[in-house]
């Protein structure tokens, strides 16, 4: 089946750093893939939508300069947390959504990146 | 290592019905597991999400329960409609990961 992985699977950073997010098909083309956050203890949430070659859409109150997303080819599109503070300490989750091959039009979730911002 | 199986991957019932969906992990060191919804052409919506040490979870039609000892959960959903139809995906966190069920793909027929 489709796979899709992010790197890194953990990431403690010092408040005021940037932390880049990756997040990959392995085995199929995504044109659209979701961010997604969840904070211990609470529901997941979508953050952001993004499509290959194209700005993101947000969610309402999900700060775009401070959630850059980049979807710049079919299977890789990153997350970057600039100038982190603990209360973005979260677990990202994104998920893409191929095109062809059996994945059309179906979401593929990968495992999840848990940052925590000290 | 962590697996999650849901079974049955599709299930087609009448509006009305009361069903259940099924999830199996292999182990039951988890942190929480969550039932989410996803519609074609939608990002995902979270359900249910229960903690290592709760029993169930419940939110309008929707009861999840959780036994860890036997690395399984249900998500029982009553009196369907067919506004129900979608692919139900269950995941556990584990590790500092969430693995996912491959889903079951719901379809209430009015």
């Known amino acids: 089946g489709a796979v899709v992985s992010q790197h890194p699977s953990r990431v403690i950073c010092k408040s005021g750093t940037s932390v880049k997010i990756e997040c990959r098909s392995l085995?199929?083309?995504?044109?659209?893939m979701f961010w997604y956050r969840q904070f211990p203890k609470q529901s997941l949430m979508l953050m952001a939508t993004?499509?290959?070659?194209?700005?993101?859409?947000?969610e309402q109150g999900v700060e775009k300069d401070k959630f850059l997303i980049n979807h710049a080819s079919l299977t890789l599109s990153t997350l970057t947390v600039t100038s982190a503070h603990p209360e973005d300490s979260s677990f990202y989750i994104c998920?893409?959504?191929?095109?062809?091959?059996?994945?059309?039009?179906?979401?593929?979730f990968g495992p999840g990146t848990r940052l925590t911002v000290l | 290592k962590q697996e999650v199986t849901q079974i049955p991957a599709a299930l087609s019932v009448p509006e009305g019905e009361n069903l259940v969906l099924n999830c199996s992990f292999t182990?039951?060191?988890?942190?929480?597991l969550q039932w989410f919804r996803q519609d074609p052409g939608k990002g995902l919506t979270s359900l249910l999400l229960?903690?290592?040490s709760q029993r169930e979870q419940t939110s309008g039609r929707l009861n999840a329960s959780l036994d860890k000892s036997s690395g399984r959960s249900t998500l029982y959903i009553a009196a369907s409609q067919p506004g129900d139809s979608a692919t139900y995906l269950c995941?556990?966190?584990?590790?500092?990961?969430?693995?996912w069920g491959a889903g079951t793909k719901l379809i209430i027929k009015p």
């Open positions: 998920s893409a959504r191929g095109t062809s091959g059996g994945a059309t039009d179906t979401q593929y």
């Open positions: 085995d199929f083309q995504a044109t659209t």
């Open positions: 993004s499509n290959e070659g194209s700005k993101a859409t947000y």
């Open positions: 182990d039951s060191a988890i942190y929480n």
């Open positions: 229960i903690q290592s």
């Open positions: 995941a556990v966190s584990s590790n500092y990961q969430l693995i």
